[in-house]
T-cell receptor, first 109, second 114 residues
Framework: QKEVEQNSGPLSVPEGAIASLNCTYS??????FFWYRQYSGKSPELIMS????GDKEDGRFTAQLNKASQYVSLLIRDSQPSDSATYLC?????????FGSGTRLLVRP | DVKVTQSSRYLVKRTGEKVFLECVQD?????MFWYRQDPGLGLRLIYF???????EKGDIPEGYSVSREKKERFSLILESASTNQTSMYLC?????????????FGEGSRLTVL
């Protein structure tokens, strides 16, 4: 069974701080990785995708991928209360995406 | 604007009823998926389809069936609803390319089985 593991949290950070979210995956054949944000009662929305080892930056968000360690992370700089949500990590496995159970992030004003 | 539309946002059904959840996408995507989401368990794949009339079981197919008669439409069927199928159901679609392409989600259908 292919798996994606995340710490469920909650991860609590003060407003303006850097939030660091982490994820590991078991399928060495996975080639693409995604971070989704999900607000309570809403469906997931894509934050970042990453396909190559290293860092990928988009505004306040940076995704990091290390295929040797089977590790993906998401950094959120200058965290805002509106960033409070559950963050889902996903890894490609054939046609499908396998999701972690999500990390709940709380940004304190 | 790309769109995945689920026919019902909220449903309440009784045990033993047959339930249809409909999903339509307007992006001409080959791949379509049904997930369920429960607190603490994350998103679990029920079924997916990579082409018209093609379907593959996901991780939790028991108690469910699917239908894909047209490329844009993917239906989830609960033949005889049970209380343990109370959940949020999410439909999603994706381009065929294995290595790229995000999942686009519908708004979800929250099903309560009494």
């Amino acid at each position: 069974q292919k798996e994606v593991e995340q710490n469920s949290g909650p991860l609590s950070v003060p407003e303006g701080a850097i939030a660091s979210l982490n994820c590991t995956y078991s399928d060495r054949g996975s080639q693409s990785f995604f971070w989704y944000r999900q607000y309570s009662g809403k469906s997931p929305e894509l934050i970042m995708s990453i396909y190559s080892n290293g860092d990928k930056e988009d505004g306040r968000f940076t995704a990091q991928l290390n295929k040797a360690s089977q590790y993906v992370s998401l950094l959120i700089r200058d965290s805002q209360p509106s960033d409070s949500a559950t963050y889902l990590c996903a890894a490609d496995s054939s046609y499908k995406l396998i999701f972690g159970s999500g990390t709940r992030l709380l940004v304190r004003p | 604007d790309v769109k995945v539309t689920q026919s019902s946002r909220y449903l309440v059904k009784r045990t033993g009823e047959k339930v249809f959840l409909e999903c339509v996408q307007d992006m001409d995507h080959e791949n379509m998926f049904w997930y369920r989401q429960d607190p603490g368990l994350g998103l679990r794949l029920i079924y997916f389809s990579y082409d018209v009339k093609m379907k593959e079981k996901g991780d939790i197919p028991e108690g469910y069936s699917v239908s894909r008669e047209k490329k844009e439409r993917f239906s989830l069927i609960l033949e005889s609803a049970s209380t343990n199928q109370t959940s949020m159901y999410l439909c999603a679609s994706r381009v065929r390319d294995r290595y790229t392409g995000e999942l686009f989600f519908g708004e979800g259908s929250r099903l309560t089985v009494l």
